[in-house]
């Protein structure tokens, strides 16, 4: 544990103790930033993984007077090009309440020590909304940069996106004749 200097903030390493905080934690964190509602008894889980299983990373809990006032999830990148890690922040979320007190910094610090003294990791990444300006300029203030790459998924649980066909059948054009010359090779 460690204590910010001059603040009542306090951060731990999260324990089986805090499982219920980070689980009501990433609930309000998804439905303030993406409007979604998760399921408890997925998030459950996910949690007490996190909690249990040292290799999926590890949750930081920030304390202010005794009170859970945030979080932070750390996961691990492996870069063979640098023969090191690199730990992704998610899972951010500060209490309305403790916002702009300096509760995000005091995680944030306390990561960056704390994969220092690892010796095996280069650095710290994390992705933030495009929009979300206030976020980018925190993570500035704490001499983050931008990154030339863009972030792109396949969430195999999101519903697909179908798009009916047009009147009449589709112009057949080079992936159509091509799957036409596969179709007719298999038989």
């Known amino acids: 544990m460690t204590s910010v200097p001059g603040s009542d903030i306090q951060v731990r390493h999260a324990t089986y103790r805090h499982l219920e905080n980070i689980i009501d934690f990433n609930i309000a964190m998804a439905k303030e930033t993406e409007g979604k509602i998760l399921d408890i008894e997925v998030v459950r889980p996910g949690v007490e993984a996190v909690l249990t299983r040292n290799d999926l990373g590890f949750y930081l809990i920030a304390e202010h007077s005794g009170r859970p006032a945030g979080q932070l999830l750390i996961t691990y990148e492996w870069s063979d090009w640098r023969n090191s890690f690199f730990w992704w922040i998610q899972s951010v979320y500060v209490v309305p309440e403790f916002r702009r007190l300096g509760v995000y910094k005091a995680l944030h610090y306390y990561a960056a020590e704390d994969a220092r003294r690892q010796g095996d990791v280069r650095g710290l990444r994390l992705y933030v ?59």
């Open 129 to 187: 909304d495009k929009d979300n300006t206030i976020a980018q300029g925190v993570y500035a203030g704490l001499r983050m940069r931008p990154t030339h790459y863009d972030m792109y998924e396949i969430d195999f649980d999101a519903r697909p996106e179908v798009k009916l066909p047009e009147e009449g059948p589709p112009e057949e054009g080079p992936l159509q004749e091509e799957q036409k010359e596969n179709d007719d090779a298999t038989g």
